[in-house]
T-cell receptor, first 110, second 118 residues
Framework: QKEVEQDPGPLSVPEGAIVSLNCTYS??????FMWYRQYSRKGPELLMY????GNKEDGRFTAQVDKSSKYISLFIRDSQPSDSATYLC??????????FGQGTILTVHP | GAVVSQHPSWVICKSGTSVKIECRSL??????MFWYRQFPKQSLMLMAT?????????EQGVEKDKFLINHASLTLSTLTVTSAHPEDSSFYIC??????????????FGPGTRLTVL
């Protein structure tokens, strides 16, 4: 079993839709939960990070962490074609290495 | 967010030559930097962890004599691919760790370097 499981998609939604991206993990020691967005042929861009459980909102993006169920979510409201990219969840322990999910390919069509 | 740069963004070289890639944290100090490799349509694969002033820690299966890493300052790490061969052609990405308290432990990635070995 992988430490982090993420549905690779691909996920295709119309512009304006609410997108839900999810990961599950098995390592109880994870304390930091990152979401990265990666466009083709570019380095990953940090979107959101959360320390421990809870919600965090930044503009159209909301990150949720439920440590009791080991479930990580990223919600994108009012999705735009420019949101089309691969989204990577990447939890880690304190001072630890990132553990990447497989990445979900998202396409937002006009 | 913090900015990490990489240079060059792409490089083409002949088989047998060595190539150096630089990774810089522009607006913060990074005691730890990481080097990744990514093949098309695959996720990032961690190659090594680089700590300022000490030897890098390589992941299993990564040849440390082939991929030389130096982290001489808090803002600069370099990856040298020695005696490059076509199978080393890939997308190399670095990241820099920013730690500023218990609830802030993040990694910022560079834009990547595309290496093509002929």
């Amino acid at each position: 079993q992988k430490e982090v499981e993420q549905d690779p998609g691909p996920l295709s939604v119309p512009e304006g839709a609410i997108v839900s991206l999810n990961c599950t993990y098995s390592n109880s020691a994870f304390q930091y939960f990152m979401w990265y967005r990666q466009y083709s042929r570019k380095g990953p861009e940090l979107l959101m990070y959360t320390y421990s459980s809870g919600n965090k909102e930044d503009g159209r993006f909301t990150a949720q962490v439920d440590k009791s169920s080991k479930y990580i979510s990223l919600f994108i409201r009012d999705s735009q074609p420019s949101d089309s990219a691969t989204y990577l969840c990447a939890p880690h322990t304190s001072y630890g290495k990132l553990t990447f999910g497989q990445g979900t390919i998202l396409t937002v069509h006009p | 967010g913090a900015v990490v740069s990489q240079h060059p963004s792409w490089v083409i070289c002949k088989s047998g030559t060595s190539v150096k890639i630089e990774c810089r944290s522009l607006d913060f100090q990074a005691t730890t930097m990481f080097w990744y490799r990514q093949f098309p349509k695959q996720s990032l694969m961690l190659m090594a962890t680089s700590n300022e002033g000490s030897k890098a820690t390589y992941e299993q299966g990564v040849e440390k004599d082939k991929f030389l890493i130096n982290h001489a300052s808090l803002t600069l790490s370099t990856l040298t691919v020695t005696s490059a061969h076509p199978e080393d052609s890939s997308f190399y990405i670095c990241s820099a760790r920013e730690y500023s308290g218990r609830d802030t432990d993040t990694q910022y990635f560079g834009p990547g370097t595309r290496l093509t070995v002929l």
